[in-house]
């Protein structure tokens, strides 16, 4: 008889008590199972303790029973081990915290694989992910962390780890101790979303268990091959990181703290006010290390629409560019999700012009495009994309003229094609 492995725990209730396996007195575990008086956390339904030799220890529904918890991961001992782990290292490092394995958060509807609640109340949800996920669907679970005010914080299974070497042409202008990591969908949102990568060798796979190796991307690193530094320390020995998690601080610009309203409660003498593109010229030096002199040429195309965003062009075009192109190579573009972070953190003109805005990224998008960096159908302005290339990997800077030539040809084209068709 096969059970739902995904409904295997390490979690029990007894009354308003948790009790993990691996922590609580076995002996305590199976008296209080014998006497039924272990429930599921999620359902409430009654689960037994599975202590027996050949598979490791886990609570369980009676047969039959039809659990409401949302499954993570199908459990493997990977994965069991490394939750384990953390919530070791986690009670160990953070002893005043109050440390919750397979925590069910009804406001995400998730399982956490570990949850710490700190005595400030703040939470921390680690998550040890050792099967694929994708680019969406990692999103999808970080954003519902975030917006119910949780860090997120993952690390992946040891048996993720590929390590490549390093072609011949790139070793030679390499530092030392730099090898190639090879990436999934995964690791590649990770890298392109500005995620700690983080692997966790909790069964032994590649290194001595309990093995936390970090990679640090090297600066022009693409997530296709990134290169970088690997350093490996057991994870019980390390402090927790706390400064990991604010990676995503920097992964928008910083809006401008209440410049509409300052002018209404002014002296009424002129303020020194930042200009409406310092702050995104604050993000992309920060993030991107591009300065005003070293920004590609090629952006300040004149397109349609641009008379709805409130600042340089080249600054709202480099600002797009680097959140959603540079480095991305592989990733997906679509319009909608530029639409609206461009409403959320670029400058606008109010009341605001939204046919307008609508135009100016969409003609963005056909110049991208003709650039050699965005795959787009002909003629198909608002479906999904993804990234062929960016400024670092294009084979020459493209050049602005020619991408508005190309751009108005493909026009007449679509035009043509239109008429031709009766369209
Ligand atoms: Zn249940």
């Known amino acids: 008889m096969r059970s739902n492995s995904a409904q295997n725990l390490l979690v029990a209730c007894s009354g308003a008590k948790r009790l993990t396996i691996g922590f609580d007195a076995a002996e305590l575990l199976r008296r209080l199972s014998d006497s039924r008086e272990l429930t599921c956390p999620g359902c409430g339904a009654t689960v037994i303790l599975h202590a027996g030799i050949v598979r490791a220890h886990h609570f369980a529904h009676l047969p039959g029973a039809v659990c409401t918890l949302p499954a993570s991961e199908p459990e493997t001992e990977e994965h069991r081990a490394g939750k384990l782990l953390i919530a070791r290292w986690l009670r160990e490092r953070l002893p005043d915290a109050d440390i919750q394995l397979e925590a069910y958060l009804p406001e995400t509807a998730q399982r956490a694989d570990v949850l710490a609640i700190l005595p400030d109340h703040s939470r921390i949800a680690l998550e040890y992910q050792c099967a694929n996920l994708s680019a969406r669907e990692w999103r999808r679970r970080h954003e519902q962390y975030r917006g119910a005010g949780l860090c997120d914080m993952w690390m992946l299974g040891g048996s993720r780890l590929a390590v490549g070497t390093m072609e011949r042409e790139s070793s030679d202008k390499a530092e030392d101790g730099q090898a190639v990591l090879r990436t999934g969908e995964l690791e590649r949102t990770l890298f392109w979303d500005g995620a700690p990568l983080m ?148 400058p606008l003109v109010k009341p605001l012009r939204l046919p307008r805005l609508r135009t100016a990224l969409a003609n963005f998008q056909e110049a991208l495009a003709a650039a050699g960096m965005l795959s787009l159908p002909m003629g198909y302005g608002r479906s999904n994309a993804r990234i062929l290339a960016d400024m670092t990997t294009l084979p020459a800077p493209p050049d602005r003229a020619e991408v508005l030539r190309l751009v108005r040809y493909r026009r007449t084209l679509v035009r043509e094609n239109a008429a031709a068709y009766g369209g």
């Open 199 to 346: 692997f966790l060798d909790a069964a032994g796979e590649r290194s001595a268990v309990g093995t936390l190796t970090r990679f640090r991307p090297s600066e022009d690193a693409q997530a296709h091959r990134p290169q970088g530094r690997f350093v490996s320390r057991p994870l019980l020995e390390l402090a927790f990181p706390f400064a990991l998690l604010n990676w995503q601080e920097h992964s928008h610009p910083e809006e401008p703290t209440s410049v509409t309203s300052s002018s209404q409660h002014g002296s009424g003498a002129p303020r020194s006010q930042p200009s409406s593109d310092f702050w995104l010229w604050q993000w992309m030096t920060q993030r991107f290390r591009v300065t005003p002199e070293t920004l590609p040429e090629f952006f300040g195309l004149t397109v349609n629409g641009a008379e709805a965003i409130s600042c340089d062009p080249a600054v709202w075009q480099a600002a797009i560019y680097y959140r959603f192109v540079h480095r991305r190579i592989g990733d997906g573009w679509w319009l909608g999700e530029v639409e609206t972070w461009t409403r959320a953190y670029l």
